[in-house]
């Protein structure tokens, strides 16, 4: 995990982009404990790999992960969260069949939706103010 101030380098771009991601357990089922977070932490964290991802900071408690994350402005956030769903719903499964026993309906862990919200940099109202103080050519 690294600061969330680095600006990263492209081939063609300089970019800083951070989504904060949210992942609810299907019916709010309380899942997780502290040994299924920390392998959760692992299988998002090879994922991230996987897509030149910085996982930047992973927690999350009984039936919901919230994950912030720093990623290539070339990468989808919806591909990214299909892979993070669907990896860690499989591996998890695999490490700790009690979970699947008990909370898994139907196979499922996580329900089909997510919370994503960008973040980072200044707020909006000051970029909305910088562009507005730029000079037209007259």
């Not at 927690?59 to 993070?84: F, K, Q, R, T």
């Not at 507005?132 to 007259?138: I, K, V």
């Amino acid at each position: 995990m690294t600061k969330e101030i680095d600006i990263r380098r492209g081939r063609h771009c300089t970019f800083l982009m951070h989504v904060h991601l949210v992942f609810v357990a299907k019916y709010r089922r309380r899942v997780f404990d502290q040994d299924a977070i920390e392998k959760l932490r692992s299988y998002f964290a090879s994922v991230c790999a996987d897509f030149d991802v910085e996982l930047v900071e992973m927690d999350g408690e009984g039936d919901h992960i919230h994950l912030l994350v720093n990623y290539p402005p070339e990468l989808a956030v919806s591909s990214l969260v299909n892979s993070l769903k669907g990896v860690s719903s499989r591996l998890l499964r695999r490490d700790r069949p009690d979970i699947t026993t008990r909370y898994y309906y139907k196979g499922v862990l996580w329900t089909p939706g997510y919370f994503a919200s960008s973040c980072g940099g200044a707020p909006i109202s000051i970029i909305r103010q910088y562009i507005e103080q730029q000079q037209t050519p007259g």
